[in-house]
């Protein structure tokens, strides 16, 4: 016979919560009898249980069973909303109750298989959830360090996973590039003009010119002239 304390009731009503088990007091009172009674012995009620274990009795009571098609349906909410559909995240953060009812032998049996089944691409959501402020931030001042134009429009062309992950977790490239301990102005405004130049091929052209030095067609043209005059 198990012993009961407060404290191992709200561990197996947290832990029946994170197994996305239905802890309606209609349920309990059908399956967990000895629950039921410990909690409301110790608690005086199955609400004070449930509080007492750090949960909301209303969502608790709002509870429907898991199907298929809610858990579809609750997937592809939480993508409109643009939540991050990573497994850690909707199962320690957003739904752990969604992510044990998706992972259940009977439903989907993994994350990956009910994120397919919700018509989304299961190998972006991980290759952009991997993304975290501190591996973008490192990413950032790598590419800094080798010379990579920063520029929001480069790096879209560049790494299109980094900036849309930056965009997600600091709310704006110029932040993510703050967070990085880079001034993002001097970014934003200095680039452009380099590529533009660079991309025009004038770079090169240009200083020489601004250093003093004459193109090997100017020093024609020169030559051309004294030959004229000893000539004439």
């Known amino acids: 016979m198990r012993k009961w304390s407060k404290d191992t009731i709200a561990h197996q009503i947290f832990e029946m919560y994170e197994n ?120 950032v001042n790598e590419l800094h360090s080798l010379g990579i134009d920063l520029n929001a429009k480069s790096m879209e062309e560049y790494d299109i996973t980094l900036i849309t992950a930056a965009r997600r977790r600091f709310d704006s490239w110029d932040r993510a590039l703050t967070a990085a301990g880079l001034d993002y102005k001097k970014i934003v405004l200095r680039t452009p003009f380099k590529r533009r130049r660079r991309e025009a091929g004038v770079d090169g052209a240009a200083t020489e010119k601004n250093a003093g030095f004459k193109t090997p067609r100017a020093k024609k043209s020169a030559a051309a002239k004294v030959a004229d005059a000893v000539n004439a």
Do not use: C
Not at 34 to 60: H, K, P, Q, V
Not at 76 to 81: A, F, V
Not at 114 to 135: F, H, K, M, N, Q
């Open 20 to 139: 996305g088990e239905n802890l309606n007091y209609a349920q309990i009172a059908h399956e967990q009898v000895a629950l039921l009674r410990a909690a409301t012995r110790y608690f005086g009620s199955w609400r004070a249980a449930i509080e007492y274990a750090g949960l909301n009795y209303d969502d608790i009571r709002r509870y429907k069973s898991w199907t298929k098609a809610r858990i579809l349906e609750r997937i592809r909410e939480l993508h409109t909303l643009g939540e991050d559909l990573s497994w850690r995240h909707v199962s320690t953060v957003v739904d752990p109750q969604l992510a044990a009812a998706a992972t259940k032998r009977k439903h989907f049996g993994s994350w990956k298989s009910a994120v397919s089944e919700a018509g989304l691409d299961y190998g972006t959501i991980r290759r952009y959830r991997e993304w975290d402020a501190d591996t973008i931030t490192s990413k």
